[in-house]
């Protein structure tokens, strides 16, 4: 297994980090796009080659669509009634999505609502992760899926319906905010729309806010009707002409993360962000500044505090955070994390023991009351074909001026250029 050797030098160097567009305002904004018969250059308005996995993942499935439905040329009129007849072929289209998990369940929605034979799949680990109550819902609603495998996981067989219907749905709060949001993104496209009520406690409810508001910029009638439902008309999608992918939160969460732990150099990156996105993970600014005042104040008793369960992709990069500057913690609302590329509370765990920290974890938190082991002499950290395993580990190594991040291609899922930006500030 590859690996790259991460030595920290005596003082970081200044710098600018140019941050990557937002996986997740990207992603919605393609499938919205492609709704409304816009192929995905024309939004991205970047070679694809340029983004992350988990954006040119999505971005190649829409295009396989647009590519069948325009045989002759790629810029002839969408028109989905007069093509109906072209997508009842006998091969359905193999769609290999990769690891990108918003792509397999984003791209499922949008699928089953455009006419066509799909099938699609992923890696290993994209056909160990769940996707049975998206299935039942769209199921619910007049789409055509059936199982390639397992019951309840991909691959997926899809004969895409472009006449569901909407109506009523009931589903539980603390299923994947993506599942919630594929629905939500193709419900214009439902006659008669879609209701849907969300029961018990609603986990990632900012990534909903984020997709109603994209929505709503593409015309869509989305709106809460009160804290729990969520009411969406049948109306047609325009995609604005200024329509724009901010700088991802989630990315900028590691060099706050690289600031906390060094006292040297200067790093530009907040002038990119948007303090007004509707990005959850923004909170980050705020997380960190909890964690100042924290290590400020030494004297004060008890543990850091947080709920991660509108933010829970910031949990790694916290968590390492506060190990390296022996911030005692106790984080909840962890419980999506068992379930993502890995079981990112296992790996923490594991990982940390390394580098002779000994956390404690449940099936929904993860804590550190100070204990430590003996670290390893020359650990390299495992990432479990996760990205953000490797960009939370990799500034530990200004702590402990030396460490080895195995499988670092794995930051091409959401942060391609990591590396490369962590060489500019002198970390490599």
């Known amino acids: ?42 939004v991205l308005r970047r070679p694809l080659n340029e983004l992350c996995d988990d954006i040119s993942a999505l ?38 999505i990769g690891a990108a998990g918003t792509a397999m369940r984003f791209g499922t929605a949008y699928l089953a609502v455009t006419s066509g034979r799909y099938i699609i799949t992923g890696t290993e680990r994209i056909r160990q992760r769940p996707i049975g109550i998206l299935v039942e819902a769209l199921r619910s609603l007049g789409a055509d899926i059936e199982y390639g495998g397992e019951e309840g996981f991909p691959p997926l067989h899809i004969v895409g319906n472009p006449d569901m219907h909407g109506g009523q749905l009931v589903l539980k709060g603390n299923v994947s905010s993506q599942f919630i949001s594929a629905l939500l993104m193709i419900a214009p496209t439902l006659k008669g729309g879609l209701t849907l009520t969300l029961e018990g406690d609603i986990v990632s409810r900012p990534y909903i806010d984020l997709t109603i508001s994209l929505m709503q ?33 989630t990315a900028a969460s590691y060099w706050y993360e690289i600031e906390a732990l060094s006292h040297s150099g200067t790093i530009e990156f907040r002038k990119q962000l948007n303090y007004d996105s509707m990005q959850g993970d923004k909170v980050c600014d705020d997380i960190f500044e909890r964690i100042k005042s924290y290590v400020s104040m030494r004297s004060q008793s008890g543990p850091f505090n947080y709920d991660f369960t509108r ?4 949990a790694q990069t916290i968590v390492v955070t506060c190990c390296m500057l022996d911030v005692p913690f106790v984080f909840t609302g962890l419980q999506t994390l068992r379930i993502k590329e890995t ?16 956390v404690q974890t ?57 590396w490369r930006d962590l060489s500019a500030a002198g970390l490599l």
Not at 20 to 28: E, G, I, L, M, T
Not at 343 to 358: N, P, Q, S
Request: aromatic share 6%.
């Open 1 to 42: 297994m590859s690996y790259v050797e991460i030595v920290a030098p005596e003082a970081l160097n200044n710098c600018t980090i140019q941050l990557p567009p937002s996986k997740s305002v990207a992603n919605r904004i393609l499938i919205m796009a492609a709704l409304g018969a816009v192929e995905p250059q024309a």
């Open 59 to 96: 971005a190649r499935l829409i295009q396989t669509v647009f590519n069948h439905r325009k045989p002759d040329s790629l810029h002839d009129t969408y028109n989905q009634d007069s093509l109906h007849d072209t997508y009842n072929q006998d091969s359905p289209s193999i769609v290999d």
């Open 217 to 249: 910029q593409f015309g869509a009638k989305a709106c809460w009707v009160d804290e729990r439902v969520i009411r969406i008309d049948e109306s047609p999608i325009t995609t604005p002409a200024d329509i724009a992918i901010e700088a991802d939160w």
């Open 311 to 314: 933010c829970p992709d910031l």
């Open 343 to 358: 079981d990112r509370i296992a790996a923490l765990a594991t990982e940390l023991m390394k580098l002779g920290y000994v």
């Open 362 to 418: 449940s099936e929904s938190t993860i804590g550190w009351d100070g204990g430590r082991c003996t670290p390893q002499a020359n650990p390299v950290i495992q990432t479990y074909h996760d990205h953000r395993m490797a960009m939370a580990f990799a500034p530990c190594a200004i702590k402990l001026k030396h460490l080895s991040i195995a499988d670092p291609d794995v930051v091409t899922k959401s942060y391609p250029t990591y």
